[in-house]
């Protein structure tokens, strides 16, 4: 665990500290983004790439269902669990962010406990992959 990173994508602040607290006393490496453009560029010019994303739909600039899409339409960052991090609970929500290539669904507020055994899980299932 102590090597693996986490990519938090999400506009509201205090969601993503949050997170990082929870993240972080687990012993997980926190990087952050504000919107999904933030989050493209992250990604294409960190050398760094994160174990797991954590994705916001609604941000401004480009919302979370695009930036999941062009996650899993990259042939170097498809293989990272992307974990779809919304208030937007319903059913038709849950399909777009399959449909977009999403990994696992998790809603705000949210459960520390759910999140942490949520996210330990899709880091097993990749780290047995490999």
Request: proline share 4%.
């Amino acid at each position: 665990m102590e090597d693996d990173s986490i990519l938090v994508v999400d506009d509201e602040e205090d969601t993503v500290e949050l997170a990082r607290m929870v993240l972080e006393y687990e012993g997980y490496r926190v990087f952050s983004a504000s919107d999904g453009e933030e989050a493209i560029q992250f990604l294409n010019t960190n050398s760094e790439k994160p174990n797991l994303i954590l994705l916001d739909v609604l941000m401004p600039k480009v919302n979370g269902l695009e930036v999941c899409k062009w996650i899993k339409n990259n042939p170097k960052l498809k293989n990272i669990p992307v974990l779809i991090f919304t208030a937007k609970v319903g059913k038709k929500d849950r399909i777009a962010g399959k449909e977009a290539g999403a990994d696992a669904y998790i809603n705000k507020p949210f459960s520390a406990d759910d999140l942490l055994n949520l996210i330990k899980t899709h880091l097993e299932r990749v780290k047995n992959l490999t």
